[in-house]
């Protein structure tokens, strides 16, 4: 089965600044995707990111970035320009492809912004 | 177009009880997912259905009875509700492509007394 690890529980970064967020998963396959989620304390969780395994190239979304090591299985989201809109709890995710297309989540980490 | 909603947003029930959480999706979704939610332990999935007609136990589905009553309807049904099940739960769906992310409801805060 497969595993997805943050190992940060907490974080805190300076308004501007930019802050990575780290994620470790465990699987024996080859081909998945990967997911970061935000959850506001609106509780919505909305999705911030995707990743494909079989692509090389990092996933970016405007001040959302993704470092991806496929061998190290590591998938950590860097987030520039911070701001306070930021602040949240974020997870990331793991699917298999094909499927039913269940996701796996991490245990979350929560992220505050200081002015 | 509401995307995924969820009845009620918050519930408290007294040990015994029953109750049923519904969720509805507009978007067209095949696949439809029921999570949990308790601090500290991120989401983990109760029940999730592949597309209408079918159902299967996800990772916590002791206490939970889940129907798909059609393409954009999935309830979740707790029978005899215990303190363990104080959660929110959220309600997902997804489409059939594989790239495709799931999109949540709001959630329902549910407290067992």
């Known amino acids: 089965a497969q595993t997805v690890t943050q190992s940060q529980p907490e974080m805190s970064v300076q308004e501007a600044e930019t802050v990575t967020l780290s994620c470790t998963y465990d699987?024996?396959?080859?081909?998945?995707?990967l997911f970061w989620y935000k959850q506001p304390p609106s509780r919505q969780m909305i999705l911030v990111i995707r990743?494909?395994?079989?692509?090389?190239q990092n996933a970016t979304e405007n001040r959302f970035s993704v470092n991806f090591q496929k061998a190290a299985k590591s998938f950590s989201l860097k987030i520039s320009d911070s701001q306070l809109g930021d602040a949240a709890m974020y997870f990331c995710?793991?699917?298999?492809?094909?499927?039913?297309?269940?996701?796996?989540f991490g245990k979350g980490m929560k992220l505050t912004v200081n002015p | 177009n509401a995307g995924v909603t969820q009845t009620p947003k918050f519930q408290v029930l007294k040990t015994g009880q029953s109750m049923t959480l519904q969720c509805a999706q507009d978007?067209?979704?095949?696949?439809m997912y029921w999570y949990r939610q308790d601090p500290g332990m991120g989401l983990r999935l109760i029940y999730y259905?592949?597309?209408?007609?079918?159902?299967d136990k996800g990772e916590v589905p002791n206490g939970y009875n889940v129907s798909r009553l059609n393409k954009r309807e999935f309830s979740l049904r707790l029978e005899s509700a215990a303190p363990s099940q104080t959660s929110v739960y959220f309600c997902?769906?997804?489409?059939?492509?594989?790239?495709?992310?799931?999109?949540f409801g709001p959630g329902t805060r549910l407290t067992v007394t």
């Open positions: 997902a769906s997804s489409g059939f492509a594989f790239s495709s992310e799931q999109y």
């Open positions: 978007m067209n979704h095949n696949s």
């Open positions: 995710a793991y699917r298999s492809k094909g499927g039913s297309e269940k996701l796996v």
């Open positions: 699987t024996s396959e080859s081909d998945y995707y």
């Open positions: 990743q494909e395994a079989y692509k090389q």
């Open positions: 259905s592949a597309s209408e007609g079918t159902t």
